[in-house]
């Protein structure tokens, strides 16, 4: 995940300054299992039962039952919908020479961005939280958890990178730290 090429920060005032040091880019996503194949082929199994369930109830007379069986394939679709409308969301953490950015995506929220300077920040991640593993970043009284999605060993491994690619960033020569 750490990188040492130089790179340009789009839409920041720095990047006119000239290319600054990348130590770390993750873009986080959340996981999801079934894909948008095993998706069509599990639809098509449920209303192919759907099907051959209905004709059952139609075949014994029992008509006013049909519409039901349509119904429940059209809560599954709207269920699998806004499951993967959701899975749109990812956290992007980037450290570079002057600071660390998340910017957080959501699907039915704004973009939300946080900015921290590496010199002060800690990363803390408690396993033991009652909500769960979880990993938190925070300087000056500022912080923001970050991959809430990811599984344990995800988070894990991502809070050790981090932490990892910070202490790369402290290691001399690193950027003299900010007055006050």
């Not at 704004?110 to 991640?125: A, G």
């Not at 995800?154 to 790369?168: G, S, W």
């Amino acid at each position: 995940m750490p990188s040492d090429r130089p790179t340009d920060t789009p839409g920041d005032a720095s990047a006119s300054v000239g290319p600054s040091r990348l130590f770390f880019d993750a873009i986080l996503h959340p996981h999801r299992s079934l894909g948008r194949g095993g998706f069509r082929t599990l639809m098509g199994v449920v209303i192919l039962l759907n099907l051959m369930v209905a004709g059952v109830f139609a075949a014994n007379g029992a008509w006013p039952v049909i519409p039901f069986c349509g119904l429940d394939v059209l809560v599954l679709w709207l269920a699998f919908r806004v499951n993967y409308r959701a899975a749109r969301q990812y956290e992007r953490v980037r450290l570079t020479e002057a600071e660390l950015t998340v910017q957080r995506v959501h699907w039915k929220a704004p973009e939300r961005r946080w900015r921290f300077h590496p010199h002060w920040l800690r990363v803390s991640h408690d396993e033991r939280s009652a909500e769960g593993p979880r990993v938190t970043l925070s300087s000056h009284g500022q912080s923001v958890g970050v991959g809430a999605f990811l599984s344990p060993a995800e988070r894990t491994a991502f809070a050790r990178a981090l932490d990892e690619a910070l202490r790369a960033w402290r290691r001399p020569p690193c950027p003299p730290a900010p007055a006050g």
